[in-house]
């Protein structure tokens, strides 16, 4: 991993090849730049791949404020230090939510803006209420309670019994992340606007990759959003919670794969 200096320590991994147009992947909640790891060796065989850190997360320190606008700048200093001009950015879950505060900001730096399990709308009460719950039990020093009652909402019920370790995994990594960092994400999650009309104006193609059976991003949901944009490409992944690029990593890889070649078509 490599630091930016400014505004603060954001850490990112940037691979494959060094001509064309980057894609750049965001990871979601409580989780870091590995996230993409089982589909990275096809994605980097033949682009350039920029994975980040969002603050707070990984190895990057925690945001000085908590806002997707810090989010937003921190993608904005990570492809300014790796001189990437344009991109396609693909965000999962929270990351798209940081996704499209960028392309409200940068619009001119995106070529394809991709969702990934992810939607432009504002939380509903419930979801509010429950992020306050989080944000109270980080503060009361139960971190490790909290990631671990996390993840396994996260997939569909038979991934999640099948495979264990990868819910394990995602826990023990998220246990290592400072308690100020998650709760800054809840803060950030709460406050996010609504992107409805940035979806509406965005000139580049946007690819909504969604979940059968996503418990956070429901389809019926985000193929509401699915409407918005000029050019859409959509796609329903069968049986599928909210962690494609684990449940179906094949398929997952083939879409932004496939999504990527079609941006660099058209500009
Ligand atoms: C995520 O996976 O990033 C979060 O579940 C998103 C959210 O809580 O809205």
């Known amino acids: 991993m490599k630091l930016t200096r400014l505004p603060d320590a954001i850490a990112y991994r940037s691979e494959g090849a060094v001509e064309g147009l980057p894609l750049v992947l965001l990871h979601g909640f409580c989780e870091s730049h590995s996230v993409w790891d089982v589909i990275m060796p096809s994605l ?28 937003s700048e921190a993608i904005r200093a990570v492809l300014d230090e ?32 991709g969702l990934f399990h992810s939607h432009p709308f504002e939380d509903s009460d419930e979801r509010r209420e429950a992020r306050r719950r989080g944000i109270e039990m ?44 998650i709760a800054a994400a809840l803060e950030a999650m709460l406050g996010r606007k609504n992107h409805t009309e940035t979806l509406r104006r965005i000139a580049c193609p946007v690819l909504f990759v969604l979940g059968e059976q996503d418990a956070i991003a429901p389809p019926e949901q ?38 990527w070649e079609f941006c660099a078509e058209t500009i």
Not at 86 to 112: D, I, N, Q, T
Request: with cysteine.
């Open 138 to 181: 980080l503060q009361a020093g139960k971190r490790d309670l909290y990631v671990s009652q996390l993840f396994p909402g996260l997939f569909a019920e038979t991934f999640a019994k099948t495979h264990p370790e990868r819910l394990n995994a995602l826990i023990d990594e998220a246990k290592r992340f400072a308690p100020e960092g």
């Open 222 to 259: 985000v193929l509401q959003a699915a409407v918005l944009p000029r050019v859409a490409d959509v796609h329903i992944l069968t049986g599928v919670g909210h962690m494609g690029m684990f449940e179906a990593a094949e398929k997952s890889a083939e879409i932004v794969h496939k999504f």
């Open 82 to 113: 790796v001189s990437v001009e344009k991109c396609v950015l693909v965000g999962h879950s929270m990351g798209g939510y940081a996704a499209l505060e960028f392309a409200e900001h940068h619009p001119e730096r995106l070529s394809g803006l």
């Open 44 to 71: 980097s065989a033949t682009r350039r791949v920029v994975r980040l850190d969002l603050p707070g997360f990984g190895a990057s320190a925690p945001p000085a404020a908590a806002s997707m606008g810090t989010y």
